[in-house]
């Protein structure tokens, strides 16, 4: 459920697109441990006035804030996805929060709570490049300008994707990054069906066989540099409100 979420989150930020000026910091915000631990994460909806959370492990508060996927993470700290906590803040006036305008003062906020500190570092890493298959592309173009994009247990689908985005909903089934390498401009229609990893028994084939039938595309093992964030300090416990 987790890496789902956080998933969706990083293909929202993906397609979201620069806003306006964003807000440095929010003019007030309540943040708590979670009375009802780490059950189901609820996010408000992007766009709203206020930015609530309820049962978020910091991880995925982490991932929002840095526009990282949890692999991105480097820390040795052994509770980032066991610890959770409700936020809601708001900034001064009725400014809309896209997901790009929450980035900066939630990034103030974990500073000012948590004592977080940072710093970025450059790692390879086992993942897949997506190329052209052999067999060439087979994809449909979009018919329209709006985009959406799911990730479910057994498939991917998505209308008005570009190739960028595709290989980041890959990487949540596949487990590892998943980078753009086939040269393919444009938006297109993705309805992609596979077995879900670990299952046996299904009618669709594993995720790379099928990205190759389905889409004419392929998955290939190769290192790539990720951009790392590394805590150095974060307190469990957030400051009062």
Not at 153 to 167: I, Q, Y
Request: contains cysteine; aromatic residues 6%.
């Amino acid at each position: 459920m987790r890496r789902t979420v956080q998933a969706v989150v990083t293909l929202l930020s993906m397609m979201g697109g620069m806003q306006a000026t964003s807000p440095q910091s929010f003019e007030v915000a309540s943040v708590r441990p979670s009375q009802h631990g780490c059950g189901m994460t609820s996010i408000s909806p992007w766009g709203g006035a206020r930015f609530s959370v309820k049962g978020a492990p910091m991880q995925l508060l982490l991932t929002i804030a840095f526009d990282v996927r949890a692999d991105q993470i480097s820390s040795k700290l052994g509770w980032l996805d066991t610890e959770c906590y409700d936020v809601d803040a708001k900034p001064e006036g009725d400014t809309g929060l896209s997901y790009e305008k929450v980035k900066a003062p939630l990034q103030q906020l974990l500073a000012k709570r948590f004592q977080l500190a940072f710093h970025r570092e450059i790692k390879d890493v086992s993942g897949y490049a997506l190329v052209i298959a052999k067999t060439g592309p087979k994809l449909q173009r979009a018919k329209d300008l709006s985009a959406s994009a799911y990730i479910m247990p057994d498939g991917l689908h998505g209308d008005g994707v570009s190739m960028t985005t595709l290989a980041a909903m890959l990487s949540s089934p596949v487990g590892q990054e998943v980078v753009d390498k086939t040269g393919i401009a444009g938006n297109y229609q993705i309805n992609l069906k596979f077995a879900p990893p670990g299952v046996t028994e299904s009618p669709y084939p594993s995720i790379f066989t099928s990205v190759q039938e389905q889409l004419g595309l392929k998955l290939e093992p190769q290192k790539i540099s990720v951009n790392m964030l590394v805590i150095d300090h974060l307190e469990k416990v957030p400051a009062e409100n």
